[in-house]
């Protein structure tokens, strides 16, 4: 239940709180006092689009709160949890700013949420209806929706099944055609694949072999070099001619120190240490000299080094910075071209994926026209009970579900119509049925669709009639009607009083009116005034006491609150209303 609101700065309010209760609530006021601002705050605090036009002359902004008692709706306690909010005593604040300069905010439980959050949440506590929503009514789409909320949840949950299937239909065919009309050039990158592969293929690179081959073509390209290098390194270590040498030398020393090492253990330290090095400069010089050895000139092994080496650089040229680029680039080339060459299977599979999903909508498409067919019969006897309560007797509304019907395709595996039976309809993310509700305002008459055969008054009636009828299966708490009695008066205005406070006996029920005979039914009554001092009119909101509300209801009346016969006329209607 939506126990109160709080406007400040919003058109001609200034700063309202408006407390609410269970059953009915009407809002009265003179023309230009600012009754429809109240379903305005309420359209904001629901996420609606901001104006900043709305916001009061001369404020820097306009804010609107309202308190949600969420004892009985865990579903909406969930999600104010899940968006950051709080519930204090299982009560939720909902609130939303407009700045002036056309800036919105808004917060859930006391947490920050984008507008669009705001909405989500709050979406599914009310219903708003206005002069707008009866012509929503008359759009096709909304009549089917209101069939399929009235067959029921387990309508509704087929419904919603055959949509994800359309939709992975949808999916399918977009995924086909996509497929089919890019096969030339899946083949012509195909063709590019395979002959980057057999390049790399007839190469044959291997990892790390490039920096081996660097090396060795260095080695060879300067062997002569190396080997001169290493025969004079061989003669400076240990000289075959005699010449003063580094082991010859080292030799000398150690022989002086040993001379003399029974004298001092240090000088046998020394000498020692000289005798490793002696040891040391005898395998080096054997090592250099195999080294030197074998170094030998190999031009044709130079030639074959330096060719390998070319076909690697022509391949990093193309297919990678590196071999080991050039060998995952093949890797991944490979791979794509099994899913080129699967094109053909591809296509198979999804036209068969096509067939399967087209006979099981075709199927769910028959089921769920049958349950709304069945609806629409059980909805149009109710809608019409109640529209003779609504005093419109000789009326009948007939809901009428119907298909459209095209030729055969072509190719009946393609796109196109969808065969359900032996017939070929046309089909959407619904089904296959086009739903219509058709008036007969009077007994003889031709039922007519209602926006040809209703008028302001009797479509007024139409949609709290159908309201009623789906108030059982609709999980909406509140209701918001915004003078949807516009065009209604005397005896029809009384049935649609009684008939709103019906609703509200199961329902949190808000009603903007201008009929006395509807305000008269209402468990809380209240009143929009406007004041002004000359320069700034701005309106509050009150809630009537009993003697409060005679003085309105003769207001509404007569125009003025002192006519005797308008307040006799007014606790009449009150009366009447009790006795209800």
Not at 8 to 36: H, Q, R, Y
Not at 247 to 253: C, E, I, M, Q, V
Not at 267 to 290: H, P
Not at 431 to 457: C, F, I
Request: glycine share 8%; net charge negative.
């Amino acid at each position: 239940m939506l126990e109160e609101i709080r406007i400040s700065s919003l058109g001609v309010i200034d700063s309202s709180v408006l407390e609410l209760g269970p059953g009915l609530t009407v809002i009265t006021g003179e023309t230009g006092a600012g009754k429809t601002m109240v379903v305005t705050a309420l359209g904001l605090l629901l996420g609606g689009r901001a104006d900043s036009g709305a916001v009061r002359s001369g404020a820097r902004s306009a804010r609107i709160e309202g308190i949600v008692g969420a004892e009985s709706l865990p579903g909406f306690l969930d999600a104010v949890d899940d968006c950051g909010g709080e519930a204090d005593d299982d009560r939720v604040v909902l609130a939303r700013s407009i700045s002036a300069e056309g800036r919105s905010r808004a917060f859930v439980g006391g947490a920050a949420v984008p507008v669009s959050t705001l909405a989500t949440v709050a979406e599914p506590l009310v219903a708003v209806h206005g002069q707008s929503d009866q012509h929503r009514l008359l759009a096709p789409r909304a009549q089917r929706e209101a069939l399929d909320r009235f067959a029921g949840p387990d309508h509704q949950q087929r419904v919603e099944s055959y949509r994800l299937l359309h939709a992975e239909l949808a999916s399918v065919e977009e995924e086909l055609a996509e497929v089919t009309a890019s096969a030339r050039e899946r083949a012509r990158e195909a063709d590019l694949l395979r002959f980057g592969l057999a390049e790399v293929e007839a190469v044959d690179p291997q990892p790390g072999e490039e920096a081996e081959l660097a090396a060795e073509e260095s080695r060879l390209g300067y062997a002569d070099t190396l080997r001169t290098a290493a025969l004079q390194a061989r003669e400076a270590l240990s000289s075959e001619e005699g010449a003063p040498d580094a082991l010859a030398t080292a030799s000398t020393a150690r022989s002086l120190l040993e001379g003399v090492r029974e004298h001092d253990p240090e000088a046998a330290g020394l000498a020692d240490r000289l005798a490793e090095i002696s040891y040391l400069l005898s395998d080096l010089a054997a090592d250099v000299s195999s080294y030197a050895s074998g170094l030998e000139s190999d031009p044709a092994r130079l030639a074959a080094v330096s060719a390998r080496r070319a076909a690697l650089v022509a391949l990093t040229r193309k297919y990678g910075q590196t071999v080991d680029e050039v060998l995952a680039w093949a890797a991944e080339a490979a791979a794509r071209l099994l899913d080129l060459d699967g094109t053909d299977d591809r296509i198979e599979e999804l036209r068969g994926r096509r067939v399967a999903l087209r006979e099981e909508l075709a199927a769910r498409a028959a089921a769920l026209s049958a349950t709304r067919v069945a609806a629409a019969v059980r909805l149009g006897d109710q809608v019409t009970d109640e529209l003779g309560l609504l005093a419109m007797p000789h009326a009948r509304l007939t809901v009428e579900v119907r298909q459209q019907e095209q030729p055969a395709p072509a190719d009946a595996d393609g796109g196109g119509p969808l065969q359900v039976g032996e017939r070929w309809l046309r089909f959407g993310s619904s089904g296959v049925d086009e739903v219509e509700l058709l008036l007969a305002a009077n007994t003889g008459a031709d039922p007519r669709p209602l926006a040809k055969g209703a008028s302001g008054g009797e479509l007024s009636r139409v949609m709290l009639a159908l309201e009623v009828s789906l108030a059982e299966t609709s999980p909406v708490p509140i209701f918001v009607f915004d003078e949807v009695d516009a065009g209604v008066g005397g005896r029809a205005a009384i049935e649609v009083g009684r008939r709103l406070a019906q609703l509200a006996r199961s329902a949190q029920v808000l009603v903007v009116t201008h009929l006395p005979q509807v305000a008269a039914y209402a468990d809380r009554h209240v009143v929009v005034e406007k004041a002004t001092d000359g320069s700034v009119t701005s309106s509050g909101l009150s809630v009537l006491d009993d003697e409060a509300r005679v003085r309105e209801l003769s207001r509404m009346l007569a125009g003025v609150e002192e006519s005797e016969s308008a307040v006799a006329h007014a606790r009449e209607l009150l009366e009447s209303a009790r006795d209800a």
